[in-house]
Every structure is written in structure tokens, then in C-alpha cells.
């Protein structure tokens, strides 16, 4: 491996970081601090659907793919006004009591999941145009490593610090310290992508008139589901959690075609070739439908696991946060440089499929938690430490069913997600690759955001361990697909595609 190879995955590596460090706040850290305040699991459930712009970025994606920032090159400029402006996100939410406005905490963390996904639309893109064809596996890897280490400060060292320091609104500024900083990195240290990846040559102004023409057709959509609703007797603030569902998901069913349709009329020329681009490769619709299925087991079982230790189980947020993310570190590491490894020596297909397998496994460590209950297998001391950036000040006693537990969960998941984040990749189109990636990784994005007010209903009508059996369940049908589609995958070119 030569210097630039080298200086490519660090750069990789970083990026994953930066990616999964906002992931958190709005996910795992964000539910443990409506736990603490006395949220219902159901609100709490409903509240992730704060991430829904992580299932839309590929509607702003294309002007990211057109428009590049002056002096900074292709992806730089966008990587660091986004990485600005989550930093800015953060100290804003940083200031705000979800239990005494809710409302305005939901639309600080819904400006968060905003600028998070956009950032992520610019890393995806960065990241495929970057990387040679015979670095992706490995890249991959790196990529998830970085994602996974972010989600071990974010989501794990971050409920230690809230115990310690008794504020959540302390946490949330430290982490927008971290990302201004990360700002500042990727101004001065990332390569540049080469001339692979280029900008379509358009009218700009027809493009922003054609986005415009699509947010228009998306607005609209999403008032005449409501108002549709609305007329056969239906009401939006019912009582009830299953017709408040019912309106999200007819707003989306509405929007997103009527979107496209005037995009189309008006000419938002950057995304309609790109997802015509797309759309014309073999087996494309087939992939789309693995994209959201392959992640549902591991997305549901992952919704309100947080809540679940916390809430259902009784653990303090110390424990949740030692187990789930620091002690799980090196079994996180060593999944994630496994997989890098692995997928060096066996195909995309065979790695998909094993590893989609450990997935769906390591629910039944939760299912297993949650009918044996808490001290089933004993429990571990864990003397006292001091690592500079946190300490635990006297000796803690660990769950070994939880240990276990989450151990499965992060390894397993680790692995599925650099087989799932190379299969992405080699999905997409350079010269549209920003539009290209978003796309797929919003549609692996819709389990992970629309399970979460499904999963809250779900839990408190069938109870934690019905609700971890069917997380199961919801598994097989992502892994058939790869064994059905297993002539599809292993055709898959991976050298560099051109438009």
C-alpha cells in the first residue's frame, strides 16, 4: 500500500467518524436523555422520526452532485459548511429542555438530522470518488470503523459524561466543539478527488428553478394526503398512535411521487439524468428493495435498544454506557477490521450473506435479555479507571447477559455494514455520485427512521420480548434477497462506472 492509498483510507477513516458522530445525537444519546426526563416510550418512538431527512437528502443531493464552493474543490467546500453549521446545530440544541418545550427541541433536532444528512451525502460522495475500485472493500471497513468509534463518543462515553456532569445541555456543547474542529480538519488536510468526478455541465438556473418546481410538488403532496385524510373522518392529533402513523406515511406516499412528476415537468436536469443513469442498469429496482430490507432486522432491534436498558431493563446510564460502547470498543474494532479483511478474500455476494446472517443472530441476545432479565448470567466488577476524557470514580458491577448482548449487536452489525457500505458503493455512478449514493443510502435509512414510531407502538402492545422476536423475523427477508439476487451481486462491476 502506497503513501497516497494510505492518505485516502486515513481520510476515509475520519470522515466515517465525522459521519457517525451527529448519527448519535439525534439517535441513541438523544433517547437516553428523554428517558431521563420522564418521556413516554411511545413519544419517544414518535421522536425519531426527527431523522426523516436522512430519508430524503437525495431531493438537495443533486445540487450538492452540480454546484461546487469556490477554492476548496469538488466535496471539500460542502464537507466543511455543513460540518459549520452541525456544530452550530449543536450548540443550539445544546439550550434547549426537551421536557419544558418539546416542540422547539424537536426542530433544533430535526435542523440537526438536516445538516447531518447533508453532510453525509457530501462524505458518501467524497468517499466513493476518492477510493480506487480495489480499495473500496477495505475502504469500506475504515469508513464503518471511524462511524462506529464516533457512535462509541456519542452515544456511549456521552451518557457517561451526562451522569458525571448531571447535564445533558454540557454534552451536547462539547460534541459541537468536536465538530467545529472536525471543520478545520477537513479544510486543511483532505486530497482531492480526481477528475473522475465531475460537475454536469446545465443551466444553474434552470436546476435551482427544477428544485425549486420539486420542493413545490413535495409540500403539496404532503397537504393533500392530510387533507384527504382529514375528509374520510380521520383526525392528525387522534389519540390514538396508529392513525398519527397513518398520516407520515400518507404524507410521504403523496409527496415523493408528486416531487418527481413536477421535477420532471420543470427540468431539475442534474436529478433526472441521474436517476435515469441509475434506473437503466440491470436488476435496478431489485436493488432497491434489498437496500431497505437488508438493515430492517438490525433497524428495528436497534430503535429503542437505548430506551429498552434503560426504561425496560433498569439500567443506570453509566452501565448502558460502559457496555454498549466502551467495553464493546474492541469488539467493534476487531468486527470492523475483520470485515476489511474478509471482504479481501471473499466476494461481495458471500459477505453480504454471512454476514446478513450474524445480523439476524445477535437479536436473539436482546430477546434473551429481555426474557431472563436483568443478573441472569451474573454480573462482572468493573474496578475503577481514569482515561482522561472520562473516568468512573468507583468500581461498577457489569451484566454479563447485557455484556453479551450488546458485544453480538455491535461485532455483527459492524460487519453487515461494511459489506452493505461497499455494495453502495460499487452501485454508483461517479459522475453522480453525490445524487447516486444518497438515494441508496436514504432507502437503508427508511428502517432505521420509519421502524422508530412503529417500534414504540409495537413494544408497548406486545411487550420487549414479542418485540425483539419479530426484529428477528424482520431480518429474512433482506437475506433471501441476497441469496436471490446472488447472480445480480456477483455481476456487479466493480471497476469505476462513467456516465
Given at each position: 500500500?502506497?503513501?497516497?492509498?494510505?492518505?485516502?483510507?486515513?481520510?476515509?477513516?475520519?470522515?466515517?467518524?465525522?459521519?457517525?458522530?451527529?448519527?448519535?445525537?439525534?439517535?441513541?444519546?438523544?433517547?437516553?436523555?428523554?428517558?431521563?426526563?420522564?418521556?413516554?416510550?411511545?413519544?419517544?418512538g414518535?421522536?425519531?422520526?426527527?431523522?426523516?431527512?436522512?430519508?430524503?437528502?437525495?431531493?438537495?443531493?443533486?445540487?450538492?452532485?452540480?454546484?461546487?464552493?469556490?477554492?476548496?474543490?469538488?466535496?471539500?467546500?460542502?464537507l466543511?459548511?455543513?460540518?459549520?453549521?452541525?456544530?452550530?446545530?449543536?450548540?443550539?440544541?445544546?439550550?434547549?429542555?426537551?421536557?419544558?418545550?418539546?416542540?422547539?427541541?424537536?426542530?433544533?433536532?430535526?435542523?440537526?438530522?438536516?445538516f447531518?444528512?447533508?453532510?453525509?451525502?457530501?462524505?458518501?460522495?467524497?468517499?466513493?470518488?476518492?477510493?480506487?475500485?480495489?480499495?473500496r472493500?477495505?475502504?469500506?471497513?475504515?469508513?464503518?470503523?471511524?462511524y462506529?468509534?464516533?457512535?462509541?463518543?456519542?452515544?456511549?462515553?456521552?451518557?457517561i459524561?451526562?451522569?458525571?456532569w448531571?447535564?445533558?445541555?454540557?454534552?451536547?456543547?462539547?460534541?459541537?466543539?468536536?465538530?467545529?474542529?472536525?471543520?478545520?480538519?477537513?479544510?486543511?488536510?483532505?486530497?482531492?478527488?480526481?477528475?473522475?468526478?465531475?460537475?454536469?455541465?446545465?443551466?444553474?438556473?434552470?436546476?435551482?428553478?427544477g428544485?425549486?418546481?420539486?420542493?413545490?410538488?413535495?409540500?403539496?403532496?404532503a397537504?393533500?394526503?392530510?387533507?384527504?385524510?382529514?375528509?374520510?373522518?380521520?383526525?392528525?392529533?387522534?389519540?390514538?398512535?396508529?392513525?398519527?402513523?397513518?398520516f407520515?406515511?400518507?404524507?410521504?406516499?403523496f409527496?415523493?411521487?408528486?416531487?418527481?412528476?413536477?421535477?420532471?415537468?420543470?427540468?431539475?436536469?442534474?436529478?433526472?439524468?441521474?436517476?435515469?443513469?441509475?434506473?437503466?442498469?440491470?436488476?435496478?429496482?431489485?436493488?432497491?428493495?434489498?437496500?431497505?430490507?437488508?438493515?430492517?432486522?438490525?433497524?428495528?432491534a436497534?430503535?429503542?435498544?437505548?430506551?429498552?436498558?434503560?426504561?425496560?431493563?433498569?439500567?443506570?446510564?453509566?452501565?448502558?454506557?460502559?457496555?454498549?460502547?466502551i467495553?464493546?470498543?474492541?469488539?467493534?474494532?476487531?468486527?470492523?477490521?475483520?470485515?476489511?479483511?474478509?471482504?479481501?478474500?471473499?466476494s461481495?455476494?458471500?459477505?453480504?450473506?454471512?454476514?446478513?446472517?450474524?445480523?439476524?443472530?445477535?437479536?436473539?441476545g436482546?430477546?434473551?435479555?429481555a426474557?431472563m432479565?436483568?443478573?441472569?448470567?451474573?454480573?462482572?466488577?468493573?474496578?475503577?479507571?481514569?482515561?482522561?476524557?472520562?473516568?468512573?470514580?468507583?468500581?461498577?458491577?457489569?451484566?454479563?447477559?447485557?455484556?453479551?448482548?450488546?458485544?453480538?449487536?455491535?461485532?455483527?452489525?459492524?460487519?453487515?455494514?461494511?459489506?452493505?457500505?461497499?455494495?453502495?458503493?460499487?452501485?454508483?455512478?461517479?459522475?453522480?455520485?453525490?445524487?447516486?449514493?444518497?438515494?441508496?443510502?436514504?432507502?437503508?435509512?427508511v428502517?432505521?427512521?420509519?421502524v422508530?414510531?412503529?417500534?414504540?407502538?409495537?413494544?408497548?402492545?406486545?411487550?420487549?420480548?414479542?418485540?425483539?422476536?419479530?426484529?428477528?423475523?424482520?431480518?429474512?427477508?433482506?437475506?433471501?434477497?441476497?441469496?436471490?439476487?446472488?447472480?445480480?451481486?456477483?455481476?456487479?462491476?466493480?471497476?469505476?462506472?462513467?456516465?
Amino acid at each position: 500500500m502506497n503513501f497516497a492509498s494510505s492518505q485516502r483510507l486515513i481520510a476515509v477513516l475520519f470522515l466515517g467518524f465525522a459521519s457517525g458522530l451527529p448519527l448519535a445525537l439525534t439517535g441513541q444519546a438523544m433517547q437516553a436523555w428523554l428517558a431521563v426526563d420522564g418521556v413516554d416510550i411511545a413519544t419517544i418512538g414518535f421522536l425519531g422520526l426527527v431523522g426523516v431527512p436522512y430519508t430524503f437528502k437525495f431531493l438537495w443531493a443533486p445540487l450538492m452532485d452540480r454546484f461546487e464552493l469556490p477554492w476548496l474543490g469538488r466535496r471539500r467546500g460542502w464537507l466543511v459548511l455543513t460540518q459549520l453549521a452541525l456544530a452550530a446545530a449543536l450548540f443550539w440544541m445544546a439550550s434547549i429542555s426537551p421536557a419544558q418545550t418539546p416542540l422547539l427541541f424537536a426542530a433544533a433536532a430535526v435542523t440537526l438530522a438536516f445538516f447531518s444528512a447533508s453532510q453525509d451525502v457530501v462524505i458518501d460522495a467524497y468517499r466513493t470518488d476518492v477510493l480506487e475500485p480495489n480499495e473500496r472493500g477495505l475502504g469500506a471497513s475504515m469508513s464503518v470503523f471511524g462511524y462506529r468509534i464516533a457512535m462509541i463518543l456519542s452515544g456511549g462515553i456521552a451518557l457517561i459524561w451526562a451522569e458525571q456532569w448531571g447535564s445533558w445541555g454540557a454534552v451536547y456543547r462539547v460534541m459541537a466543539g468536536i465538530m467545529a474542529a472536525a471543520a478545520v480538519v477537513s479544510l486543511l488536510t483532505l486530497p482531492r478527488v480526481n477528475n473522475a468526478s465531475k460537475a454536469l455541465a446545465s443551466d444553474a438556473g434552470r436546476e435551482l428553478l427544477g428544485f425549486a418546481a420539486m420542493l413545490t410538488g413535495v409540500l403539496a403532496g404532503a397537504f393533500i394526503s392530510r387533507w384527504l385524510l382529514i375528509g374520510i373522518g380521520l383526525d392528525p392529533h387522534d389519540a390514538n398512535k396508529w392513525i398519527q402513523l397513518l398520516f407520515i406515511l400518507a404524507g410521504i406516499a403523496f409527496a415523493l411521487p408528486l416531487g418527481a412528476w413536477a421535477a420532471r415537468k420543470v427540468g431539475f436536469t442534474t436529478l433526472n439524468q441521474s436517476l435515469a443513469s441509475f434506473f437503466s442498469q440491470p436488476g435496478a429496482w431489485a436493488f432497491l428493495l434489498l437496500i431497505v430490507l437488508y438493515k430492517l432486522g438490525d433497524a428495528f432491534a436497534g430503535s429503542l435498544s437505548t430506551a429498552f436498558l434503560i426504561k425496560g431493563m433498569a439500567f443506570s446510564q453509566a452501565e448502558v454506557g460502559i457496555v454498549n460502547k466502551i467495553i464493546g470498543i474492541w469488539l467493534t474494532i476487531f468486527g470492523a477490521l475483520l470485515a476489511g479483511a474478509l471482504m479481501l478474500r471473499m466476494s461481495l455476494y458471500k459477505a453480504l450473506l454471512v454476514f446478513g446472517v450474524l445480523q439476524l443472530l445477535s437479536n436473539f441476545g436482546f430477546y434473551a435479555l429481555a426474557v431472563m432479565g436483568k443478573g441472569a448470567w451474573g454480573s462482572f466488577p468493573l474496578p475503577p479507571f481514569d482515561l482522561g476524557f472520562f473516568a468512573l470514580d468507583t468500581a461498577s458491577e457489569i451484566d454479563g447477559l447485557l455484556m453479551a448482548a450488546i458485544a453480538g449487536e455491535n461485532v455483527t452489525s459492524g460487519m453487515g455494514t461494511a459489506a452493505f457500505v461497499a455494495l453502495l458503493m460499487s452501485l454508483c455512478n461517479r459522475q453522480f455520485t453525490a445524487t447516486h449514493y444518497a438515494l441508496l443510502s436514504a432507502l437503508a435509512a427508511v428502517g432505521r427512521i420509519y421502524v422508530s414510531p412503529v417500534s414504540g407502538v409495537l413494544a408497548e402492545s406486545v411487550g420487549w420480548p414479542t418485540f425483539f422476536l419479530f426484529s428477528a423475523v424482520a431480518a429474512v427477508p433482506g437475506i433471501w434477497m441476497v441469496w436471490w439476487m446472488r447472480q445480480s451481486i456477483l455481476g456487479l462491476n466493480q471497476q469505476e462506472k462513467t456516465a
